[in-house]
């Protein structure tokens, strides 16, 4: 009966609290859904969510943080855009006793400044698409090009660790061009027409790999638009697992994604609830999975599952 009760009080003991979330912005199909993801988690749980946009700012996130103390919310989420610079505004809520969970993105700062941080580990999906690409290549030179993140954030940096240590000692695989497209689709694909300029019309590229599905959508606009075949002339491997790459691979344009889940928050309120029924420390690193998705996975299906759930 006490399990019982506890597990009922730890379910409910959200409900008519008062959360400030400071997203980073809509950069993507996936934090779109993220964003979609969270209001909704916060409403099934009777929570009041303050949702503040940074429109990719770090400044306008402390403005928010700041904010969300000043009001005495009972939590505050942050995916944070950067991974620098979060001492001191983390300080000033960890001083007001406002527990602070990490979503999605790490922050450089000491641990005890946030309760916990619920992400994906990011080095396995750059190791997991780079492992992809080495199987997919076999003994053929391929020269890759890569489209990064926002630079200083630690999908950027992790992507890029994981997928080079994943072409470690595979000589045949080189990475000739690698530039950020900023986790943007227009970006993405006004950085593929450089690298497809600069490499012989893009006959020499033989993969691209994009830190998320936004980028490789806008590559294979621009590897379409120099008359090449995305998906066969040029292979593309991303991450997140958006239903717009499951379209590209149905139109046999992209190949592979590694699956980033946009429900962050779910984890983040159970830890959240646990914490606050009796000061239940959850883990520091709440870890989403990384699966791999190939055109052999049923893109249509995916897709559309996808769709379903509010992308
Ligand atoms: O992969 C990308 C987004 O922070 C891990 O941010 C996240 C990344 C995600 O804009 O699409």
Redesign the pocket.
């Known amino acids: 009966a006490t399990a019982l009760t506890s597990v009922a009080i730890a379910q409910d003991n959200l409900n008519g609290l008062t959360v400030g979330f400071s997203q ?1 912005g809509s ?2 199909g ?2 779109a859904a993220e964003t979609s993801v969270t209001k909704q988690q916060a409403e099934e749980r009777g929570i009041d969510l303050k949702f503040a946009d940074a429109q990719q700012k770090q400044e306008n996130q402390i403005k928010a943080i700041r904010g969300f103390i000043a009001q005495g919310v009972d939590a505050i989420m942050v ?1 944070p855009v950067v991974a620098t610079g979060w001492d001191d505004v983390l300080t000033e809520a960890k001083e007001a006793e406002i527990p602070v969970i990490l979503l ?2 790490g922050v450089d700062a000491p641990e005890d400044l946030y309760l916990t941080s619920v ?2 580990d ?1 080095i396995k999906e750059g190791r997991v698409a780079g492992q992809w690409l080495v199987d997919a290549v076999g003994d053929a030179d391929c020269k890759v090009v890569e489209l990064q ?1 926002t630079v200083g ?1 630690t ?1 950027a940096i992790n992507r890029k660790q994981g997928f080079e240590e994943a072409l470690a000692g595979h000589d045949n695989l080189t990475i000739a061009r690698s530039q950020t497209g900023d ?1 943007t689709r227009s970006k993405g694909k006004e950085v593929m027409e450089g690298f497809i300029k600069a490499e012989n019309g893009g006959a020499d590229i033989c993969a691209v790999y994009a ?4 980028m490789a959508v806008g590559a294979i606009q621009a590897i379409k638009d120099a008359g090449l075949k995305p998906g066969t002339d040029i292979k593309v491997v991303s ?2 697992a958006v239903p717009d790459i499951f379209a590209a691979m149905v139109a046999g344009e992209a190949n592979a994604t590694v699956e ?1 889940t946009p429900n962050m928050a779910g984890p983040a309120f159970d830890a959240l609830s646990a914490y606050l029924a009796d000061g239940t420390a959850p883990e520091k690193f709440i870890i989403t999975e990384s699966k791999l998705y190939t055109p052999a996975d049923n893109p249509q299906g995916e897709y559309d599952t996808r769709k379903g759930l509010g992308y």
């Open positions: 980073i950069e993507s996936w934090r995916a999605d993105r992400a994906s990011q993140g954030s999908p986790f830190h998320n599905d936004d991450i997140d980033l």
